[in-house]
């Protein structure tokens, strides 16, 4: 036998009003509980997985032109870059933001009203007759005649100023005279007539001066006159003595190189080589070392030596040579 439940009864209609049942539920804006956070799982980190077997990766290769897509391998890279390389493009960079412009100041402001103020043309402004050289009127003065003034001659050369060099070269622009043959002949001429130098019981005496080599020129530069050159020449010598067995003489020769414009030049260090040839197997160690000594083969030679006459007769006609035009 089966029980019997009576229905559940109903509560009676509410006679009259209005009902706000439907309201019971509502809560206000002041009520309001917090909302809470909804709580969803992290969605699970994508894996690299290859573009072109679609296999997961653990090491993957990147394309090195858009580097958006990965491979598992260079294999798989080599076999889809035929489908890749229509989509495969360069990262865009991103645009550099503009710089911003200075904000306006009230100098700046002040300076631009000043400028505009000065920039203002004025329509009866006065600009003296310059401006207007075109517009001719006639005058009542008498026409003058515009003759060329004629110049002296003395006056007009006494104008200019005097030039080194060629009457062509007014410019005073390069030019070089070669004296080369007058420098030999000159400096041959000077090398002469020299005193005996007493040495080791002998006398030391010079013989000739022979092969003057070498060039010089005068150049103009900057209409300036220079005197240049560059010569070498040699100096036989002769050396006497006496022996138990009679009179007995010796020869040699010093060469000098490199005797330049500036050998006596203050300030410069230009001096000339000087090389000694005298092999006298007759002679003792001691008479030869005496005989170099009043030789004087340093630079500058010592005072009282065969060199230092030659030193000093080259100095005389270095100068000369500079004074020659």
């Not at 309201?23 to 799982?41: A, G, L, R, V």
């Not at 550099?96 to 002040?110: D, F, G, L, Q, V």
């Not at 002949?185 to 020299?194: P, Q, T, V």
């Not at 007995?248 to 030049?265: P, V």
Request: hydrophobic fraction near 30%.
């Amino acid at each position: 036998m089966t029980g019997y439940a009576p229905p559940p009864e109903t509560p009676p209609p509410k006679k009259g009003g209005i009902d706000y049942s439907k309201f019971d539920k509502i809560e206000d804006s002041d009520d309001e509980k917090p909302e809470k956070p909804s709580e969803k799982p992290p969605a699970a980190e994508e894996k690299p997985h290859c573009h072109n077997c679609h296999k997961d990766i653990q090491k993957p290769l990147r394309c090195g032109v858009c580097k958006k897509v990965s491979y598992c391998s260079a294999a798989c890279q080599k076999d889809d870059w035929s489908f890749h390389k229509r989509n495969c493009k360069k990262p865009e960079e991103k645009a550099k933001a503009a710089p911003k412009k200075p904000a306006k100041s009230p100098e700046n402001e002040k300076e631009k009203e000043k400028r505009q103020k000065e920039e203002k043309v004025m329509d009866d402004e006065d600009v003296g007759t310059w401006y207007r050289h075109r517009e001719w009127k006639p005058t009542a003065e008498p026409k003058k005649d515009f003759a060329p003034t004629r110049l002296e001659a003395e006056a007009s050369a006494s104008s200019k100023p005097a030039a080194a060099g060629s009457a062509w070269n007014a410019a005073g622009t390069w030019e070089e005279k070669d004296v080369t043959d007058f420098a030999k002949n000159g400096l041959a001429e000077a090398l002469r007539s020299f005193q005996d130098v007493e040495a080791a019981g002998g006398v030391l005496c010079i013989k000739d001066v022979e092969k003057v080599e070498g060039e010089a020129s005068k150049p103009v530069i900057r209409g300036k006159m220079r005197h240049i050159f560059d010569l070498n020449f040699k100096v036989q010598f002769e050396f006497k003595w006496m022996d138990s067995s009679g009179q007995k003489q010796a020869q040699g020769n010093i060469s000098i190189s490199d005797f330049t414009n500036d050998t006596f030049a203050e300030g410069v260090l230009a001096e000339p080589a000087v090389d000694l040839s005298f092999r006298e197997a007759r002679l003792e160690p001691s008479r030869r070392q005496a005989v170099q000594a009043a030789l004087g083969t340093s630079w500058p030679p010592a005072e009282k030596t065969l060199m230092a006459q030659v030193a000093e007769k080259m100095k005389s006609w270095s100068q000369d040579f500079e004074k020659a035009t």
